[in-house]
C-alpha cells in the first residue's frame, strides 16, 4: 500500500534532485524511480526502479523530459493497464520548440492525460528552476501555477505546494497548460509591446531635438549632447508617455457610446492599448526619474539661466585694499515654479507605481483603487503640463512668432492637453450619465427636443 506522504520521482536529473531535497525538507518521504538505479551514485534519497516508485507512491512527479513519456511511463500500462488508477501525475516539463505553439496544439500534459486516462495528471512546478527548488534565498519567482482537470488533485497539489513553502494558485483546467508551458519560453512577454511604444517615443523626440536645437539653430555645441539634450528628450518623452497612458480611457468612453452597450468589444488595438497602460506607467515613471536625476545634477545658472537672477559683484575699496562682495542669484518665479511643479509630478507617479506594486494594491478596495489610479493620474498629467508651461511660456512670449508653433516645448504638451480635455469633456453630466448607464448594463436615455 502506497505512503500517504511518500512523494515519488521519476528522474534523477537536476530538477529531480532539488526536488526531493526540497520535499525531504519539508517533511515528506522522497522515492526516486530511475531506469537503471544500481549505476547511481550514493545520495541521501532512496532510489528505486521506475515500477516500485510507482506503486509506492500516490502523488508523483514526473521529472522526465517529454519525449520520454511514452518509453518510461506508457509503454508499461501494456502489461499492467492499472499501473496508474488513482495516482496524481505532476507534469512539470515545458515545450522545447522555438517557434509559437499553435491554438490547436495539446500540451505535453494534456497528452499525458490522453495517454494515462485513469490518472489524475495535474501541471505545476513547470515555471520553477531547480536552482529555486533547492534554494530559499533565489531571487527568482516562488509562485506555482496548478492546472488540472481534476479538482481534487489539484487541490492537492495546491496544498502540496504551499508545504514546500511555494506560493501556489488555481490556473483552472489543464487546457491552461498550453499558456503555462509556453510561458517560459518567452522573455518579458507583457513588456515587449510597452517597450516599443518608449523605444519610439524616445527615438522620435531625440531625433527632433537635435535637429531642432544641434542641426537648425545651433543652440548647443557638441559638449551638452549626452546630458543636456537627454534630459530634454527625457522630459518631453515623460509627458508624452504620461498621456498615451491615460488617452485609451478617453477613446473607450467614446465607442462605449457610439455603441450604447458594454457588451460590444473594443477594437483590437484599442484592447492591446487597455491592457499594457500599467507598463507603460511604470517605464513613464522610470524616465521621469531619470530626468529629475539628471536635472539635480545639471542644476546651475550654467544651464538654466533663465531660472536663477544674475548674480551682483560689489567692489568695495578700504584702506588702499580692493574687497570683492558677490551676491548669489536666487531663483525667479520661473525656476520655483518650474521645480515645484515637476516635484508635485514626481511625488504623484510615485503614489501612482507604488499602487501598482501587487502586494500594495491588494490592500486597496475598488473606490479606492480607482481614485489613486484615475482621479490622481489625471492629477499628476496636469502638474507635467504645468511643469512643461512654467518652463516654455517665457520663451514663447519672447519669441512672439509662428516658429513658436514648432518648439519642442509647444509640441510636446499637445497630446497630453488633448488628453486632459477629454477628460474634463466625459466628466460632464451630458456625458457622463450616459457612459454610467452603459456600464451598468442600462441603455442610455436619448434627449429628445
Known amino acids: 500500500m502506497a505512503d500517504p506522504r511518500c512523494v515519488g520521482i521519476i528522474g534523477c536529473g537536476n530538477m529531480g534532485f532539488a526536488l526531493?531535497?526540497?520535499?525531504?525538507l519539508s517533511g515528506f518521504t522522497v522515492l526516486m524511480g530511475s531506469r537503471n538505479p544500481a549505476i547511481r551514485p550514493n545520495t541521501h534519497f532512496q532510489i528505486t526502479s521506475i515500477m516500485e516508485c510507482i506503486n509506492r507512491s500516490n502523488i508523483l512527479f514526473i521529472a522526465i523530459h517529454a519525449e520520454h513519456y511514452t518509453n518510461v511511463l506508457i509503454s508499461p500500462?501494456?502489461?499492467?493497464?492499472?499501473?496508474?488508477?488513482?495516482k496524481?501525475?505532476?507534469?512539470?516539463?515545458?515545450q522545447l520548440n522555438k517557434r509559437g505553439q499553435k491554438s490547436d496544439e495539446f500540451s505535453n500534459a494534456e497528452r499525458l492525460q490522453t495517454a494515462i486516462p485513469n490518472s489524475h495528471v495535474v501541471k505545476a512546478f513547470n515555471t520553477i528552476s531547480s536552482f529555486v527548488m533547492e534554494s530559499s534565498t533565489a531571487g527568482e519567482s516562488r509562485n506555482v501555477f496548478v492546472a488540472s482537470d481534476h479538482p481534487f488533485a489539484r487541490d492537492k497539489v495546491i496544498i502540496l505546494a504551499r508545504e514546500m513553502n511555494f506560493e501556489s494558485f488555481n490556473s483552472g483546467s489543464l487546457r491552461t497548460a498550453r499558456y503555462l508551458e509556453g510561458y517560459t519560453?518567452?522573455?518579458?512577454?507583457l513588456w515587449q509591446r510597452p517597450l516599443y511604444i518608449t523605444l519610439s517615443v524616445l527615438f522620435i523626440w531625440l531625433s527632433y531635438t537635435l535637429y531642432m536645437r544641434f542641426i537648425q539653430t545651433k543652440e548647443i555645441s557638441w559638449n551638452q549632447l549626452f546630458l543636456h539634450i537627454t534630459n530634454k528628450v527625457l522630459c518631453i518623452s515623460a509627458i508624452t508617455m504620461l498621456a498615451i497612458v491615460y488617452m485609451p480611457s478617453n477613446l473607450a468612453c467614446v465607442f462605449q457610446l457610439i455603441y450604447k452597450t458594454k457588451d460590444r468589444r473594443f477594437p483590437?488595438?484599442?484592447?492591446?492599448?487597455?491592457?499594457?497602460?500599467k507598463q507603460l506607467g511604470l517605464l513613464t515613471f522610470a524616465i521621469g526619474l531619470g530626468?529629475?536625476?539628471i536635472t539635480l545634477v545639471l542644476m546651475s545658472p550654467a544651464y538654466y539661466s533663465t531660472w536663477f537672477h544674475p548674480s551682483k559683484i560689489e567692489i568695495l575699496s578700504l584702506q588702499n585694499q580692493t574687497k570683492f562682495i558677490v551676491e548669489h542669484g536666487r531663483m525667479t518665479w520661473k525656476g520655483e515654479l518650474a521645480?515645484?511643479?515637476?516635484i508635485l509630478t514626481l511625488l504623484s507617479m510615485s503614489l501612482l507605481a507604488l499602487a501598482s506594486i501587487p502586494a500594495i494594491g491588494n490592500l486597496l478596495n475598488w473606490r479606492e483603487w480607482r481614485f489613486v489610479q484615475s482621479k490622481l493620474g489625471t492629477l499628476t498629467l496636469l502638474f507635467a503640463i504645468g511643469h512643461v508651461f512654467a518652463m516654455a511660456i517665457p520663451r514663447w512670449v519672447e519669441k512672439r512668432s509662428i516658429k513658436m508653433l514648432y518648439s519642442v516645448g509647444f509640441l510636446c504638451v499637445v497630446f497630453p492637453v488633448l488628453t486632459i480635455l477629454m477628460k474634463f469633456l466625459f466628466w460632464l453630466p451630458c456625458f457622463n450619465r450616459p457612459i454610467v448607464r452603459i456600464r451598468r448594463g442600462e441603455r442610455p436615455k436619448l434627449t429628445t427636443a
Request: glycine share 4%; with cysteine.
Open 88 to 94: 496524481i501525475l505532476i507534469d512539470i516539463s515545458n
Open 291 to 293: 530626468h529629475a536625476v
Open 268 to 277: 483590437e488595438w484599442l484592447d492591446k492599448w487597455l491592457l499594457c497602460r
Open 339 to 342: 521645480s515645484l511643479t515637476g
Open 20 to 24: 526531493a531535497h526540497r520535499l525531504t
Open 185 to 189: 519560453r518567452f522573455l518579458f512577454p
Open 77 to 86: 500500462l501494456e502489461h499492467n493497464p492499472a499501473l496508474f488508477n488513482g
